[in-house]
């Protein structure tokens, strides 16, 4: 039996004229989310705020985390228009603050970072004062894959760590940790981009654990820290061992304040890419 999800987790059903209207704007563009397909507590409220979270380069990603919605199957082909749609999306969304988001494409050769790369100039064509961050996959650190995101320089580079580093193969079998400190180093050696990164909590981590890995990020140069509550998508995925208590959420921002963060969002609905404009 699921454990029974804190009150504090729950959100209202919420359905406006805003939260319609960016599900127009969304399906004309033929454009995905990750609101949608992460099935993010969140969704709602964001849409209200006429925002959303793009998720470019298909539905299926290539590698199947143990705690994500997503589907894990064969990738589909790029659609060449979407770095064009997702411009105009933004245009019509009036946002002065865009993340982009993907799934993992381990199929292609630079794992979808020229993709990123067009995503960021079609939006600057249209909307050049809005500030871009891209949230990406680890392009299994590869370099040149790494220096096509720097010229492309979004405001904010994300790359999420999502789980400490003794459980981390236990949730991302397909991932590496050290990669991933990596791909946020390297990004931070090599541009003036500012770096960022996010952690899911209630895997089975402990309070040292967490704190090992803030310092991990803090060390790798990383600016921005996020962390949020795990919430189980379905009966499939694996299981929350913790619901942590708002006076651990409390802990933890004194543990990130303490590693040297000066700009994090830590409480039990936070998500990578929840109010993000409100941390640069």
Known sequence: MRTRLPQYLKRPIIDTDN?????????????????????????????TKHTATFLIMGNNCTRNCKYCNINCDKPEPLDEKEPQNIAQAVKALGLK?????????????????LHFANCIE???????????EILTPDFKNNQ????????????????????????????????NYENSISVLSYIKKHSDIKTKSGLIIGLGETF?????????????????????????????????AKYYSLEE????????????????????????????????
């Open 19 to 47: 939260t319609r209207e960016v599900r127009r704007i969304l399906k004309a563009n033929c454009l995905n989310t990750v609101c949608e397909n992460a099935r993010c507590p969140n969704k709602n409220e964001c849409y």
């Open 97 to 113: 603050y865009a993340v982009i988001t993907s799934v993992t494409r381990d199929d292609l050769p630079d794992g979808g970072a």
């Open 122 to 132: 079609q939006i600057r064509k249209i909307c050049p004062q809005t500030k871009i």
């Open 144 to 175: 040149k894959a790494l220096d096509i995101i720097i010229k492309a320089h979004p405001d904010v580079f994300n790359h999420n760590i999502e789980a400490v580093k003794d459980i981390f193969k236990i949730v991302r079998p397909q991932g």
């Open 208 to 240: 040292e654990q967490i704190r090992e890995t803030m310092h991990d990020l803090y060390d790798a140069g990383c600016d921005i820290l996020t962390i949020g509550q795990y919430i189980q998508p379905s009966k499939k995925h694996f299981e929350v």
């Open 249 to 280: 959420y409390d802990i933890l921002k004194q543990m990130a304040k303490e590693a040297g963060f000066k700009n994090y969002q830590i409480g039990p609905l936070v998500r990578s890419s929840y109010n993000a404009s409100n941390l640069i």
